[in-house]
């Protein structure tokens, strides 16, 4: 009975000491978790941190005109006069210890105006970066980069986004004339560039107070006083006709066959101005018809 009772209380006493145990190793593993759960949701706060500077830094490049967007690989922001400006002084350091540095980056097209790695530098393109660096809680440096294209589409100097009527020409001098002493005929609209254009909108200037009621580019009808187009009805010298949208392919030439007015128009001097898709426009100088 009593070694009996010897092996109950060791029994008593192991048991004991293997909860102790367990209860240690289970607390261990509790703190563990709680730790690197801190510490994950450190982490997450510094990336989501990292990403608001991030996306801030491409924010403020995009908001600077173009010509303001000079090359560099150590760009800085600031923010005065509620405007951003782009420095040299980079890499800057954010209000946390993070470091940001912006970058604005040429770009190479090839001949068909695609992206290349080899190429000739399209001034009317800059690559924008912003790039943020920091140390996470367990002591490894972090990096994230931010990239956009930046195109000039207000102003384009380059072949690859010059204005659509930058590519046309209107030849007004060599066979346009009165037929019928109403009908407008022979106005020669040609594109020359590298891209096709659209023709949106046409206005035209007269000396007199007739009206007019069709225009015809090519062999297609793009306003009449009947549709198609707007305004509807005979229009005055001078009103914005929005026509029927006109492709002129590279390479192609449009006679502007017949513009019919309601009575004699010779000896009438004409202004002819084009609109385009893109809001670009030509304007021809005044002219008179032959007759």
Same mark, same amino acid.
């Given at each position: 009975?009593?070694?009996?009772k010897e @092996? @109950?209380?060791g029994f008593t006493?192991?048991e004991?000491l293997l909860?102790i145990?367990i209860?240690?190793?289970f607390?261990?593993?509790?703190i563990?978790l709680?730790?690197m759960?801190?510490?994950?949701s450190?982490n997450?706060?510094?990336?989501?941190?990292?990403?608001?500077?991030g #996306?801030q830094?491409?924010?403020?490049l995009?908001?600077?005109s173009?010509?303001d967007?000079?090359?560099t690989?150590?760009?800085?922001?600031?923010f005065?006069s509620e405007?951003? #400006?782009? $420095?040299t002084?980079?890499?800057?350091?954010m209000?946390?210890?993070m470091?940001?540095?912006?970058?604005?980056?040429?770009?190479?097209? &090839?001949?068909?105006?695609?992206? #290349?790695?080899?190429?000739? =530098?399209d001034?009317d393109?800059r690559?924008?970066?912003?790039?943020i660096?920091?140390?996470?809680?367990s002591g490894?440096?972090? +990096?994230?980069?931010?990239?956009?294209?930046?195109?000039?589409?207000?102003d384009?100097q380059g072949?690859?986004f010059g204005?659509?009527?930058?590519q046309i020409s209107?030849d007004v001098?060599?066979d346009?004339?009165?037929? $019928?002493?109403?009908?407008?005929?022979d106005?020669?609209v040609t594109?020359n560039?590298t891209?096709?254009?659209i023709?949106?909108k046409?206005?035209?200037?007269?000396?007199?107070?007739? =009206?007019?009621d069709q225009i015809?580019?090519?062999?297609g009808?793009?306003?009449s006083?009947?549709?198609?187009?707007?305004?509807?009805?005979?229009v005055?010298?001078?009103?914005e006709l &929005?026509?029927?949208d006109?492709?002129i392919?590279?390479?192609q030439t449009f006679?502007?066959?017949k513009v019919?007015?309601s009575a &004699?128009?010779?000896?009438t001097?004409?202004?002819l101005?084009?609109?385009?898709?893109?809001g670009? +426009?030509?304007t021809? &100088?005044?002219f008179?018809p032959?007759?």
């Amino acid at each position: 009975m009593e070694h009996f009772k010897e @092996q @109950q209380q060791g029994f008593t006493l192991l048991e004991g000491l293997l909860a102790i145990g367990i209860a240690a190793i289970f607390l261990t593993g509790i703190i563990g978790l709680f730790i690197m759960g801190d510490r994950s949701s450190e982490n997450s706060l510094l990336s989501e941190e990292a990403l608001w500077y991030g #996306s801030q830094g491409i924010e403020a490049l995009q908001s600077l005109s173009f010509s303001d967007l000079f090359l560099t690989e150590v760009g800085s922001l600031s923010f005065t006069s509620e405007k951003w #400006s782009l $420095g040299t002084s980079g890499p800057e350091t954010m209000f946390n210890g993070m470091q940001r540095t912006v970058r604005v980056q040429e770009v190479l097209r &090839d001949g068909d105006c695609q992206i #290349s790695t080899v190429g000739i =530098v399209d001034e009317d393109s800059r690559f924008l970066e912003s790039e943020i660096t920091w140390t996470d809680v367990s002591g490894k440096e972090q +990096s994230r980069t931010w990239r956009t294209l930046r195109t000039n589409w207000e102003d384009p100097q380059g072949e690859c986004f010059g204005t659509q009527a930058g590519q046309i020409s209107i030849d007004v001098s060599t066979d346009a004339n009165w037929h $019928g002493l109403k009908q407008l005929r022979d106005i020669y609209v040609t594109n020359n560039g590298t891209r096709d254009v659209i023709v949106d909108k046409v206005t035209l200037w007269w000396n007199n107070s007739e =009206v007019m009621d069709q225009i015809f580019l090519g062999s297609g009808k793009i306003w009449s006083s009947t549709g198609p187009g707007t305004p509807l009805g005979s229009v005055p010298s001078g009103t914005e006709l &929005d026509c029927l949208d006109q492709p002129i392919l590279v390479g192609q030439t449009f006679n502007m066959q017949k513009v019919q007015y309601s009575a &004699d128009m010779t000896g009438t001097t004409i202004i002819l101005k084009f609109e385009f898709t893109d809001g670009s +426009s030509i304007t021809t &100088d005044p002219f008179v018809p032959k007759y």
